[in-house]
């Protein structure tokens, strides 16, 4: 059996440190690195916490899966984000990071989820709506990055689609419309493994359809 590496603070050296971004040589035995792009700063990075603050750790940021429950049918609500890495605008689930003053929160995930309903889709979260946690925390790409994203999961009842709208959102996030998805589009785009307009789509993307057609979100 292969000896697990160890990561320790002082073998881990900064190569880029930004606002939003960092990238960490982490040096796991002598003459031997690995490199990890992070939200995170070096105190907090997710490879040098034990095991039970491993475990317990919030996610980076929270994915919003949003089904529309109208008399007619249910929809996925998703819209077209431009994803400056990819070039391009991606089919995507409204989606944001929880801030510094959430992260103090006892309920940290649901107050961030909340928000970003509103900021990215104009909708506000009500009493007559639904709200579950579907996981607490995936990991996006492991072989180069630390960031999670939590899953929650909305069912908004009736809504009232002339509010959707993406007004709220930062002036970096650029939108190119709402694509509201029945079960049979859902399915056609999880068989073509592509957006409507032939381009490739985030896991998140991939993980809302499959719940949305399962119907793993009714349960």
């Given at each position: 059996?292969?000896?697990?590496?160890?990561?320790?603070?002082?073998?881990?050296?900064?190569?880029?440190?930004?606002?939003?971004?960092?990238?960490?040589?982490?040096?796991?035995?002598?003459?031997?690195?690995?490199?990890?792009a992070s939200r995170k700063k070096l105190g907090e990075l997710?490879?040098?916490?034990?095991?039970?603050?491993?475990?317990?750790?919030?996610?980076?940021?929270?994915?919003?899966?949003?089904?529309?429950?109208?008399?007619?049918?249910?929809?996925?609500?998703?819209?077209?984000?431009?994803?400056?890495?990819?070039?391009?605008?991606?089919?995507?689930?409204?989606?944001?990071?929880?801030?510094?003053?959430?992260?103090?929160?006892?309920?940290?995930?649901?107050?961030?989820?909340?928000?970003?309903?509103?900021?990215?889709?104009?909708?506000?979260?009500?009493?007559?709506?639904?709200?579950?946690?579907?996981?607490?925390?995936?990991?996006?790409?492991?072989?180069?990055?630390?960031?999670?994203?939590?899953?929650?999961?909305?069912?908004?009842?009736?809504?009232?689609?002339?509010?959707?709208?993406?007004?709220?959102?930062?002036?970096?996030?650029?939108?190119?419309?709402?694509?509201?998805?029945?079960?049979?589009?859902?399915m056609e785009c999880l068989r073509r493994?592509?957006?409507?307009?032939?381009?490739?789509?985030?896991?998140?993307?991939?993980?809302?359809?499959?719940?949305?057609?399962?119907?793993?979100?009714?349960?």
């Amino acid at each position: 059996m292969k000896q697990t590496p160890v990561i320790t603070k002082s073998r881990v050296e900064t190569l880029l440190e930004t606002r939003f971004l960092n990238v960490y040589d982490l040096q796991y035995a002598e003459g031997r690195h690995y490199y990890d792009a992070s939200r995170k700063k070096l105190g907090e990075l997710t490879a040098l916490l034990p095991d039970e603050e491993f475990r317990r750790m919030l996610p980076d940021a929270v994915t919003l899966n949003v089904i529309l429950r109208t008399q007619d049918e249910d929809r996925l609500l998703l819209f077209y984000e431009y994803r400056y890495p990819a070039g391009h605008f991606l089919l995507s689930p409204p989606a944001g990071l929880i801030e510094k003053e959430e992260k103090e929160q006892e309920d940290a995930i649901f107050r961030t989820a909340v928000r970003e309903l509103f900021e990215e889709t104009g909708i506000r979260f009500s009493d007559r709506d639904e709200y579950r946690l579907l996981n607490p925390g995936l990991f996006s790409s492991p072989g180069m990055t630390d960031e999670s994203n939590a899953v929650a999961l909305f069912v908004i009842h009736d809504p009232d689609l002339s509010v959707l709208s993406d007004q709220h959102t930062e002036e970096t996030e650029v939108f190119d419309g709402f694509c509201l998805l029945n079960r049979e589009e859902a399915m056609e785009c999880l068989r073509r493994g592509r957006d409507e307009r032939g381009n490739l789509y985030s896991i998140y993307t991939w993980q809302a359809l499959l719940v949305f057609v399962s119907g793993i979100w009714k349960q």
